[in-house]
């Protein structure tokens, strides 16, 4: 069994949507509805100092959704780790749709978890 982790990078966005926490909100909302996520808590959200931008943060029971803005570069960073597999999100379309991204590039990572059986253990000391 593995995890999955999605690295998404987005490049020549909107700024004014970059800055906006409603526009910030949809997405995690979006997200956790669409790959049937369950939030833990409230999300927690940080608003910078103008020009600054948003960091959001949700504890999830699959694991945690995080994501940067910055505005003055016209830039968003998100991680998505889930602990089980998901279907795939098209974040290329979802992050040109709100954002208004010229590139965005993303990168999905399979999480091993190690076996840790006995056996396994030994195995791997060369027993």
């Not at 694991?63 to 803005?69: G, I, N, V, Y």
């Amino acid at each position: 069994m593995s995890g999955i982790e999605w690295i998404v990078e987005a490049q020549g966005c909107a700024p004014d949507a970059l800055r906006n926490n409603l526009v910030v909100q949809q997405l995690f909302d979006a997200l956790i509805h669409d790959l049937g996520l369950r939030a833990i808590g409230e999300i927690a959200w940080h608003r910078f100092p103008s020009p600054g931008g948003i960091t959001g943060l949700c504890l999830l029971s699959e694991s945690h959704l995080a994501c940067h803005t910055f505005p003055e570069y016209g830039s968003l960073c998100l991680n998505l780790f889930c602990c089980r597999p998901r279907a795939e999100w098209d974040f290329e379309a979802q992050l040109q749709e709100r954002f208004g991204a010229s590139a965005v590039s993303v990168r999905r990572l399979e999480r091993p978890y190690a076996d840790c059986s006995a056996t396994a253990i030994a195995e791997r000391r060369g027993a």
